[in-house]
């Protein structure tokens, strides 16, 4: 391996797997490679048999990028056997849960295969509570959760106003037992939520009864390395806290500057707090090897963190603010100009609203105008076009379906084997809707809707349609579709948005999408509202507040410039940003 | 660790779900042709990369297909338990055991062809969805000797010999450590320094050889298109060296000297196989706590007695079995049609399969035997005992007599039934002599026993789902009391003991221990227990029909001459030998068959001669012979066992 480590990644890679380490790594620093050489080098000298190592990351790119590039320092062909490379929810549901499926949910399974299938909220699954709550009926099983730390219940339907309405609720106890017993029931036929996954994990963990697995499970892993510590849920710590307690030792990579997951119950303070309890060694990646220094800067004062060494520092000025007056999209001339000559620009915003703007679509659609919608964009010379015309048409099908889906896969049902097959039927089925001239929109809802339907429904029926697909799609033979009400002589394309091509060609992305990401130049696009955590504003407000760290995540991503877009500033408000080292254009 | 259960389903003959329990060091699975051995084996072998025979992929064979017009099975499920793991096993087989104490492997085949292959899914534990290594599969060692097996050719050199294996195993560390050092293994060395001695000593001419090869060569093409040689032995990695080693033998132990010893192809078959279990029992038993180490051997034989004469069968076997308990991670498993190996084994490893439409394993360690009565078994299952194992269908008898007749009274018995069950041996029937009033011991094989003098003691066991039936003598008191009037003081009476006559109406209860068992052996599925109706086998025979006209003709044939004048023995028996006894009442029978009975007893010609006389002449002459309805019922009883659904 080329790569050549300065002297803060040897030490990393050189450390003890016998004690408790937390590396902190700051943006830039290399830590994916540090973290995969780290894991290369234990595998080669893995002296525990049968015992193996867990890398445990958040989400599958994560751990594929880990896979690759531990891969590299491994012989060719060598398997990673008895070690374990994933994601932290994988490495529970099929290393604890499932190994244990039939004694924690009493599903037995069907011909000797006990696998508990993972729904998400927007599931159609029929096990309601008996009860009725907050005037809104009966409640799914697959809509809440238990949390076995607080011992309350935490409502997730998928409809946020629901959840607050129902997560204000002061829960009597024949509720409770009425929810779990609801529960326990789904349970019992072999459906969880992820965070039932966590619940049942916990439930092992803690248990008397499974001591004895516990035990055996600590010596099958005697060391778990996390990278992205930060993004550690409550819920996650308290499965290594007994894990460590057990005698797994474990490795903590992160940066708790980057923490951004609040809204799945991560406090960063927690995940300090956890590596003062467990004494964790502390080692430090503090050199950027990704921005230059002007960004670093700046990025700094963001999260008020200590000094961290920059590959250069320019002359001229390397962080703008633009501002616009009503919408970031006046400013699309601009960026272009600012990017000209480099090639990987990226668009960052905290919500997809705010890069909705940038998109052509109009939100909130109906399910029928995601048929139209998937029809329009469909355009097989454009990949980003294709691939939301396939989404959007996955949308509305599972929108009819009476099923649970894999993630990630265009909603593929459960049921459907391959998503492979899923999505050669999306495809050919769009086709197949534009070759019976679908595609054109510029005539009013209720005709197209009568075309739609009558094609629609056939579907099932096709030649490409797969039996084990055509099984699954058989509500759509009775599928009865409208026009959106009160637009049925309107024209089609006129209710679906700007036809016009996505006004800027850079990807776009959140700032979730865009962490551990490298760019050229990032364009950072503040809400023209303030008042929230997607406006300037509050990122400068407490550097200890989440606010903060989104700004952090986001700004540290270029390695030429950063350029924040904001709404037309005040005076005072030019100095605040020039303060912290913008030139504001 | 050992395999201790496998279910089987939609395999080969395994239509519904089928298990079988294995012990964790030797198995002996018994059972008719076609009862599912070779299927068990193959079951095993799915599950397993098999490092001998080589890969054995599912083919549409496997998938069970019925002799009638139904389609064959849509899908196959193997699975495998494992028991006995030691924490470290444990560790590494963690999601395939979950909280209990036993590992589980699945199986499962979709009897769907994708361009000639069928997908099969193997997964560890409950779940599907669990964590699952295919790594694992490998720390499980299978070898597999098929029941045809060449061993000459797996002996000799050549690509993936035995011998080769064997080396490589041996020096498994030491070839990785020489890898990782970049050093030559010392086999390799000292290759190395013979090949370049060889090509640097004058007197062996080879430098010369290779010395005119060349001139010759550069003289033709010149020069600048010319080529290097040389004359050397060419392998040298360990791999092919060891390749190129060949085993030799000589035919006992004295030999000292190597210049004596042969090729295979000139050694029997028999020792070539044995050579070659041995070579594979090298490897399975050597064990250098290596981490690549197997952590389970299994070792699968096929019929271990295919060339071997009978005492090396038993030694053969008797050598398996201390490698399984000496190694705790060996198990072995052998199938058999073999009397030898079934009798020289003991109990606790044999394992009955049933041919049945649903084939039924039954270990025999299972059936509830008694200590005393596997003890009793063990020493008492000779190899003509032990074709129990194999038999469709057993009839136990207490000794020769019967043994020897009740094959010919089934032909009696049988006669109108349809051709193919006309006789014991059509059936695949075997009488088993015992020897004794054994049935208790033998009989709990086949049914729960309750204890006679505490019913409510039962031993509770599985059974072997053959049809057995036992027959056993009365054995009424032989002397009655009975009280006559005093000659010496009259009018007073004194009590002599007369010959007891049973007939019909004048039958007393019997003396034998057996009877007490009759009651519970009756309940059961399989066991019948038939007692005789007045005394014992000969003078039952002789009470039935005009059976007592002929069995005394043969008397008389036996009973030897006086060397001068009459035996009035013999006479008597003549006119016996023509009275038509079904005639006469049940007690003038009952005294002829008094009568007849102790002189089949006598020294001057025994059961054994009588019933071998007997049994011809039924036979050659085809006389008439009314056969008891005991005996009768317990032929029928016994070959009932194949359509035990028509019933």
Redesign the interface.
């Known amino acids: 391996m080329s790569v050549e480590f300065t002297k803060e990644q040897l030490d990393y890679v050189g450390s003890s797997i016998e004690e408790h380490i937390f590396l902190e790594a700051c943006p830039g620093s290399g830590k994916t490679e540090v973290v995969a050489a780290k894991v290369a080098k234990e595998i080669n000298s893995w002296k525990k048999n049968p015992g193996g190592l867990a890398a445990l990351s958040f989400s599958n790119s994560a751990t594929e990028e880990l896979t690759i590039r531990v891969s590299k320092y491994l012989p060719h062909g060598r398997s990673m056997f008895p070690h374990f490379l994933g994601t932290f929810d994988s490495f529970i549901y099929k290393n604890i849960v499932s190994p244990l499926s039939i004694e924690l949910t009493r599903y037995v399974g069907e011909s000797k295969d006990a696998s508990i299938r993972i729904i998400e909220p927007s599931a159609l699954l029929g096990y309601k509570t008996q009860y009725h709550y907050a005037q809104r009926g009966q409640i799914c099983a697959h809509h809440y959760s238990l949390n076995l730390i607080n011992e309350n219940i935490i409502f997730e339907t998928g409809d946020s106003k629901l959840d607050r309405a129902l997560n204000a609720i002061q829960l009597e106890d024949w509720q409770v037992r009425d929810l779990k017993a609801t529960k326990i029931k789904m349970l019992g036929n072999g459906f969880a939520t992820y965070r039932d996954i966590e619940c049942l994990a916990l439930e092992v963990l803690s248990g008397e009864k499974y001591e004895n697995f516990v035990d055996l499970f600590v010596r099958r892993y005697p060391l778990i390395i996390i990278d992205e510590c930060q993004d550690l849920s409550e819920e996650q710590l308290i499965i290594l806290q007994v894990l460590s307690g057990k005698g797994t030792q474990l490795h903590f990579i992160g940066d708790l500057h980057q923490a951004i997951y609040s809204f799945r119950g991560v406090d960063p303070a927690k995940v300090s707090q956890f590596i003062r309890n467990n004494c964790f060694t502390s080692l430090k990646l503090t050199r950027n090897f990704r921005s230059c220094q002007n960004i670093i800067n700046i990025c700094t004062k963001l999260t008020k963190r200590e000094e961290i060494i920059g590959n250069v520092s320019w002359l001229d000025p390397r962080c703008l603010v633009v501002q616009y007056n009503n919408c970031p999209t006046e400013l699309v001339e601009i960026f272009e100009e600012k990017c000209n000559g480099y090639n990987n620009n990226v668009v960052v915003a905290r919500g997809h609203s705010t890069l909705s703007k940038f998109q052509a679509s109009t939100t909130n659609l109906k399910n029928i105008q995601k048929l139209a919608l998937a029809i329009k964009l469909y355009d097989p010379k454009d990949m980003e076009a294709m691939n939301l015309s396939l989404w959007h048409f996955s949308e509305f099908i599972r929108y009819h379906l009476k099923e649970s889906y894999k993630p990630n896969s265009f909603n593929c049902p459960q049921s459907v084997d391959s998503s492979l097959m899923w999505r050669r039927f999306l495809y050919e089925s769009l086709s197949h809707l534009i070759n019976n001239s679908l595609q054109k929109i510029d005539i009013d809802w209720s005709n197209w809707v009568k075309k739609a339907k009558m094609l629609i429904q056939t579907l099932p029926k096709q030649s490409f349609c797969h039996e084990d697909i055509a099984r699954v799609l058989t509500p759509l033979e009775k599928v009865n579709l409208r026009a959106p009400s009160g637009e049925a002589k309107s024209k089609v394309s006129k209710s679906l948005g700007a036809t016009a091509k996505p006004s800027l060609l850079y990807r776009k992305s959140t700032i979730h999408g865009a962490k551990g990401e490298t760019h050229d130049i990032t364009i950072v696009i503040s809400s023209d509202r303030a008042g929230n955590d997607s406006h300037w504003k509050s990122w400068l407000k407490n550097p200890n507040s989440e606010a903060a760290r989104f700004s952090y995540v986001a700004s540290s991503r270029p390695k030429e410039y950063l350029i924040w877009a904001v709404k037309t500033l005040k005076p005072e408000e030019k100095e605040q940003l020039k303060g912290l080292g913008f030139t504001i254009v | 660790m050992y395999l201790s259960t496998l279910n089987i389903e939609g395999f080969r003959c395994f239509k519904n779900e089928f298990e079988i329990q294995l012990t964790d060091s030797l198995n002996v699975i018994v059972g008719e042709n076609g009862a599912g051995k070779t299927a068990i084996i193959s079951a095993i072998r799915q599950l397993f990369h098999d490092s001998e025979s080589g890969r054995y992929s599912i083919t549409s064979d496997d998938f069970f297909t019925p002799f009638t017009n139904e389609q064959s099975a849509t899908s196959l499920?193997i699975?495998a338990e494992f028991d006995g793991l030691n924490?470290?096993?444990?560790?590494?087989f963690?999601?395939?055991?979950?909280?209990s104490d036993t590992a589980l492997l699945?199986l499962?085949a979709e009897n769907k062809e994708i361009r000639g292959r069928f997908k099969k899914i193997i997964?560890g534990?409950?779940?599907?969805?669990?964590?699952f290594?295919p790594?694992?599969l490998d720390l499980i060692q299978c070898i597999y000797l098929p029941p045809l097996r060449d061993a000459e050719s797996k002996l000799s050199n050549g690509r993936q010999s035995r011998l080769s294996k064997l080396l490589k195993a041996l020096n498994r560390k030491q070839l990785k450590q020489c890898r990782t050092e970049d050093k030559l293994h010392p086999l390799e060395a000292k290759l190395k320094d013979f090949n370049s001695s060889l090509a640097e000593d004058d007197a062996l001419s080879i430098s010369d050889a290779n010395k005119l090869i060349t001139t010759n060569l550069t003289k033709a093409i010149g020069h600048h298109f010319g080529q290097q040689t040389s004359i050397q032995f060419a392998e040298s990695d360990f791999t092919k060296i060891a390749e190129r080693l060949t085993l030799l033998f000589f035919p006992d132990m004295s030999s000292q000297d190597r210049e004596l010893f042969r090729e295979l192809n000139q050694n029997s078959l028999g020792y070539n196989n044995l050579l070659y279990i041995a070579s594979i029992l090298a490897e399975l038993t050597f064990d250098d706590k290596d981490?690549e180490q197997p952590l389970f051997k299994l070792l699968l034989i096929e019929e271990p007695e295919a060339h071997l004469h009978p005492q090396l069968q038993v030694r053969l076997l008797n050598h398996l079995k201390s490698v399984a308990e000496e190694n705790k991670n060996v198990q072995v498993i052998v199938t058999t049609h073999s009397t030898v190996l079934a009798s020289s084994v003991e109990l606790e490893s044999i394992i009955h399969l049933s041919k049945s439409p649903n084939p039924i394993a039954t270990p025999l360690k299972a059936c509830g035997l008694p200590t005393t009565s596997s003890q009793f078994i063990n020493r008492w299952l000779d190899v003509t005992k032990s074709n129990l194992l194999f038999a469709g269908g057993v009839i136990l008898v207490e000794g020769i007599a019967e043994q020897m007749i009740i094959p010919t009274l089934a032909k009696i018995v049988l006669k109108d039934q349809e051709i193919g069950r006309k006789s014991l041996e059509d059936l695949g029937v075997s009488t088993i002599n015992l020897n004794g009033i054994y049935f208790r011991h033998f009989m709990q094989l086949y049914c729960n026993i309750e204890n006679p003098d505490n019913p409510e003691e039962r031993n509770i066991g599985e059974n072997i789902p053959v049809k057995c039936a036992g027959i056993t003598d009365l054995d009424p008191p032989k002397k009655i009391p009975k009280e006559v009037p005093d000659p010496e003081k009259e009018g007073e009476t004194k009590t002599i003991h007369e010959d007891f006559i049973p007939f019909d109406g004048n039958i007393k209860s019997g003396t034998n221990h057996a009877l007490k068992l009759v009651n519970s052996i009756n309940k059961s599925t399989n066991a019948r227990l038939f007692v005789s109706k007045y005394k014992t086998l000969e003078y039952d025979l002789a009470m039935e029909g005009n059976n007592a006209a002929l069995m005394s003709y043969i008397i008389t044939s036996l009973w030897p001459e006086p060397k001068t004048g009459q035996s009035t023995i013999i006479e008597e028996f003549k006119k016996m030998s023509t009275i038509d006894w079904t005639t006469k009442t049940r007690k003038e029978v009952a005294e002829a068959a008094h009568q007849i009975l102790k002189r089949i007893d006598d020294d001057n010609i025994g059961k054994g001669m009588f019933a071998q006389v007997m049994t011809d002449k039924i036979q050659r002459e085809h006389v008439d012979f009314a056969v008891p309805e005991y005996i009768k019922k317990a032929i029928l009883w016994a070959s009932s066992s194949n359509n035990t659904e028509k019933e």
């Open positions: 499920s699975s924490v470290e096993k444990k560790v590494a963690l999601p395939w055991i979950g909280t699945n499962q997964w534990g409950r779940s599907k969805s669990s964590q290594d790594e694992l981490e």
